[in-house]
C-alpha cells in the first residue's frame, strides 16, 4: 500500500484511486493535503477561476408520503392534518416569481404520494411549459421516479419516456443517501429504492437522453468505507454512461427526525467534499452545499474542490425541517465567491455560462429568507386534485368531500 505522499503524487499526476486508496486518503491525509488536491485537480477542470450558481426554486409539490424515511423531517404520513399537495394554480405562481428573480429552472420533489397518478405529474408538466415553454423542470428523483412506475403499474422506462414527453429536462439525484443496502435498510428507505434501483433509474435517464445530479447524504449510521463504496458506484455509472452533470453532498441534518443523533462537523465535511473530488475524477462539477454548511463553510468549500455553490434557491422545505436555515440570495453568493477570488457566473442546468450576476444586469428585490411551500395553515385543496384518483382511503374520502 503506497503512503499518503505516494498517493498524493499520484492523484497530482492525474491518477485514479482506488477504494482503498480512497480509504487511507480519507482516514490519515492532513485536512490541507485533502484539500490542497482537491484544488489542484477541480483547476485542472476549470483553469478559467469561475465559479458558478443557478438561480431556481425548490419547490415540493407534496409533503404527504408513504416511505417514512427514519432520517427524513419533511414528510407527513398520508392522512396528516398538515399534510399538502400544491395545486397547478400555486406551482406556476412559484414559477412567474423565479423568473421575476432571474431563474429559470424549479428542482420539484416531493414525498411518495399515494394518490397522484402518473397523469398528475403530465398534466402539471404539461401545464407549466404551456405557460413557460423555455422554463427547464429539474424533477423526481430516482425514488419518485420508482413510486411513480410502481403505483401506476409501469417499467421505469415506460415512466421516463412518459414524464419526459410531458416535458420533464434532467432528474435530480435525491435519494441517493448513502448507495449501499446495509445502510439503507437502518435508514428504513431500501424499500423506497434499493441501492441497484437507485442505480438502475439513473441508467435508464441517461440512456433516455436525460442528464441528472448525482448526490451523498453522510452522516448517519455509515461507515467510512460504506462511503466511500457510495462514490465508487457513482464513478461506475459515470464511466458507463458520462450522464451526470455534478455531485452534491452534503452532512445529514438530525433534528425532528425519528432517526435522531448529530449532525457531522464542519471539517468533516471539508474533507468528505475533497475526497469525492478525488474520488469521482469523471464528474466536472461539484457544488457546496451552503444551505447545509452555511455560507461561511460553504465559500471554504472553493477551495476544498467545489466550483458549483449550487443555487440561489428562493424556496427551501426539507433541510429547514431538519433544523437548519441558511439563507443565501445572489448578492450574497456572489460575495462569498468574489472574496475567495474567483469570477462568479450564473448557469443553467447543463453548466453552460448565461451571464453576470443578474443584480448587476438589472434591478432585482433583495431576498432575506427563503420561501415556504405554503403559508403556515393554509390546508387547502386544490381543486384539480379531483381528477385523479386516489388510492389510499384518507385520499379517496378526501376526493369525495371535494
Ligand atoms: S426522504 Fe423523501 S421518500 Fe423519504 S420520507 Fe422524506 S419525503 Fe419520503
Redesign the pocket.
Known sequence: MMSVSQLASKVLDGGRVSADEALLLYREAPTHVLGQLADAIRFRKHPERVVTYIIDRNVNYTNL?V???NF?A??RPVGAADGYVLGFDEILAKIQETIDLGGNQLLLQG??NPDLPIAWYEDLFRAVKARFPDFKLHALSP?EVLHIARLNHLAVPEVIRRLIAAGLDSIPGG?AEILVDRVRKLLN?YT?ASADEWVDVMREAHRAGLRTTATMMYGTVETHEERIEHLMRLRNLQDETGGFTAFITWSYQPEHTEHGGFEETGVDYLRTLALSRIVLDNFDNLQASWVTQGGKVGQLSLAFGANDMGSVMIEENVVRAAGASYCMDEVEIVVNVEDAGFVAKRRNMHYDVLGDPIFREREVPRMLSLATARADGDTSVPEELKNYPARSRGGKRLRLAQ
Do not use: L, S
Open positions: 408520503c416511505a417514512r424515511c427524513c419533511f414528510y414525498g411518495h425514488p435519494g428507505c423506497k
